[in-house]
């Protein structure tokens, strides 16, 4: 073999130990919600926001897998929930063990913001030249 074959055959296998590396990492760092901890999690968020909230009915979006942060007091379970209703997104990211919302944002839209948000918009410019007229 000639040292370009040679060469290309290294780059390809470090490429693969590469993804290899990041997929165990990434499946060692989440674990699945099942729908008890899903609802844990909504009403320990829905305490902690109650004053931002009103009484409004949001949109309720939890993610599927939670992700563990390693931190100077040991690992820490956390679960992103996040709320709409019209141009106001909720986001609170709340401990598993203490139910207790560690991280927490507001994000008003306004202008001409608030249509776009709610448009089905096509972001990639192929899927417009495919598209029936």
């Known amino acids: 073999m000639n040292a370009w074959k040679t060469l290309a055959i290294v780059m390809i296998a470090l490429l693969v130990i590469a993804i290899g590396i ?3 990492y990434n499946e060692a760092h989440t674990f699945k919600l099942s729908e008890k901890q899903k609802t844990f999690a ?5 305490d902690a926001l109650k004053n931002e909230m009103g009484s409004n009915s949001y949109n309720i979006t939890v993610q599927d897998h939670g992700r563990i942060i390693s931190t100077a007091n040991g690992d820490k379970k956390v679960v992103r929930v996040v709320f709409t ?13 203490t139910g207790s919302v560690v991280e927490k944002s507001t994000v008003e839209h306004s202008g001409w913001m608030t249509e776009y948000q709610n448009q089905n918009t096509e972001r990639l410019e192929h899927k417009r030249w495919f598209r029936a007229t």
């Open 22 to 24: 990041k997929f165990v």
């Open 42 to 46: 909504v009403n320990s968020s829905m």
């Open 85 to 97: 209703y019209g141009n106001l997104t909720l986001t609170a990211l709340v401990d598993m063990d």
